[in-house]
């Protein structure tokens, strides 16, 4: 999964998409899928896992992709996908762009590479503002335009937690539609500092008007002395990013005395594989 340090909403394009400019950075958080491929004369997906969080008459983000990497390589399968799903959905974490990100690498590496990296890219678009993130393998980045325009940054691991408010369900078309009726255009987010510390000085989140928890005072309470805390994303989860585990432990148990109102999930900010725990 991914968490946003700041993300800024410049405004609104002809397309009806909107400019960005955000941070990702990868966490340790994530979701476990295991592919059986074989040849095949016509290309076919099946997914088991999938029930618990797919809406009746939806298909799943990796079945587009399995089908978009088909058509753009001339390439024919059969697939069939497992997932054990972990990152929550519709967050603000790219769950479902990860996946499907992860779709398109492996199949294009089980095939030997027929897509180079600019078609993986634009074939990640296809898919979703969030997907290219998960394609190239860095760790932090900038992003703007969609979210495509990427280049890469010094990431940092700590430890973190991401919370997520029991019926805490936001709109993000809503948060469009304030964002749009502002009378001024925002100004991007300054520079990127691996320097934890600035964090919440330099990197607001637009969309910290449609979250009702920054209005609660026991969850700022709890969260009060993290070095970052701020919406992930468009959703309704919030990173809380910390100095240190002992400081994560007082935070996390703060937040689970009111456990009828909070879920949360413990988890790493990542440098790189080799750094911090992952948490099934």
């Known amino acids: 999964a991914k968490v946003n340090i700041g993300l800024r909403v410049l405004g609104r394009r002809a397309d009806g998409y909107h400019d960005l400019d955000t941070f990702f950075h990868l966490i340790s958080l994530h979701d476990k899928i295991t592919m059986t491929l074989a040849e095949d004369r016509k290309t076919s997906v099946s997914i088991s896992g999938s029930e618990a969080y797919l809406p009746a008459g939806r298909t799943d983000l990796m079945e587009k992709a399995a089908s978009l990497f088909s058509a753009?390589?001339?390439?024919?399968?059969?697939?069939?996908?497992?997932?054990?799903?972990?990152?929550?959905?519709?967050?603000?974490?790219?769950?479902?762009?990860?996946?499907?990100?992860?779709?398109l690498k492996l199949l294009n590496e089980a095939f030997s590479f027929p897509l180079g990296p600019q078609q993986l890219l634009d074939?990640?678009?296809?898919?979703?503002?969030?997907?290219?993130?998960?394609?190239t393998g860095f760790f932090c980045a900038h992003a703007s335009g969609r979210g495509e325009r990427l280049s890469e940054r010094q990431a940092v691991s700590l430890p973190a937690l991401i919370v997520r408010p029991h019926g805490g369900a936001v709109s993000t078309a809503e948060g469009f539609r304030k964002l749009?009726?502002?009378?001024?255009?925002?100004?991007?987010l300054p520079a990127w500092t691996a320097d934890a510390k600035k964090w919440m000085?330099?990197?607001?989140?637009?969309?910290?008007?449609?979250?009702?928890?920054?209005e609660r005072k026991d969850y700022l309470d709890a969260v009060s002395g993290s070095l970052y805390h701020s919406t992930t994303g468009s959703g309704a989860c919030q990173v809380v990013v910390c100095r240190d585990e002992p400081e994560r432990d007082r935070i996390e148990s703060g937040l689970r005395k009111k456990e009828s109102h909070f879920d949360v999930m413990r988890t790493y900010l990542l440098k790189d594989f080799a750094t911090g725990v992952i948490f099934d």
């Open 72 to 103: 753009m390589s001339g390439k024919s399968f059969s697939l069939h996908i497992d997932i054990k799903k972990n990152i929550p959905s519709q967050a603000g974490l790219g769950g479902g762009s990860s996946n499907a990100a992860a779709v």
């Open 123 to 135: 074939g990640a678009l296809r898919l979703g503002s969030d997907v290219p993130f998960f394609v």
């Open 180 to 188: 749009d009726e502002r009378a001024f255009v925002p100004s991007p």
């Open 201 to 214: 000085d330099l990197y607001p989140n637009d969309f910290d008007l449609i979250q009702p928890v920054l």
